[in-house]
């Protein structure tokens, strides 16, 4: 079973930068899409961005396009988001899951075994 660790975020003022990271403990994490999507108390979760096993497809939700960048190394069992120029309404959990399939669509239902996630402030 894929178990999936996130670490990264923090308190950020308005325009700043945080780096993501996404851990797997198995060596199965190179098979797998992975993505992360975001939940803030009381609202839906939202997918955010995704990488295809291979490293030849991303995809972004509009909101955060130009703004925010994924990458992985199959070797180091890893993934990242790296986010820029944050907003004040981008404070919330953000969650690393595998994915069904890695789409445009970031579908909600197409991602599972997500991590306990780690918390975005944005605050000036």
């Known amino acids: 079973q894929l178990r999936l660790v996130e670490s990264g975020g923090g308190l950020v003022q308005p325009g700043g930068s945080l780096r993501l990271s996404c851990v797997a403990s198995?060596?199965?994490?190179?098979?797998?899409?992975i993505g992360w999507f975001r939940q803030a108390p009381g609202k839906e979760r939202e997918g955010v961005s995704c990488?295809?096993?291979?490293?030849?497809?991303?995809n972004y939700v509009d909101a955060v396009k130009g703004r925010f960048t994924i990458s992985r190394d199959n070797t180091k069992n890893t993934v990242w988001l790296q986010m820029n120029s944050l907003k004040l309404e981008e404070t919330t959990s953000y969650y690393c899951?595998?994915?069904?399939?890695?789409?445009?669509?970031?579908?909600?239902?197409?991602?599972?075994?997500w991590g306990q996630g780690t918390q975005v402030t944005v605050s000036s």
């Open positions: 899951a595998a994915l069904h399939r890695c789409s445009a669509n970031l579908l909600i239902g197409d991602f599972f075994s």
């Open positions: 198995a060596l199965t994490f190179r098979y797998y899409d």
């Open positions: 990488i295809d096993k291979n490293n030849d497809t991303v």
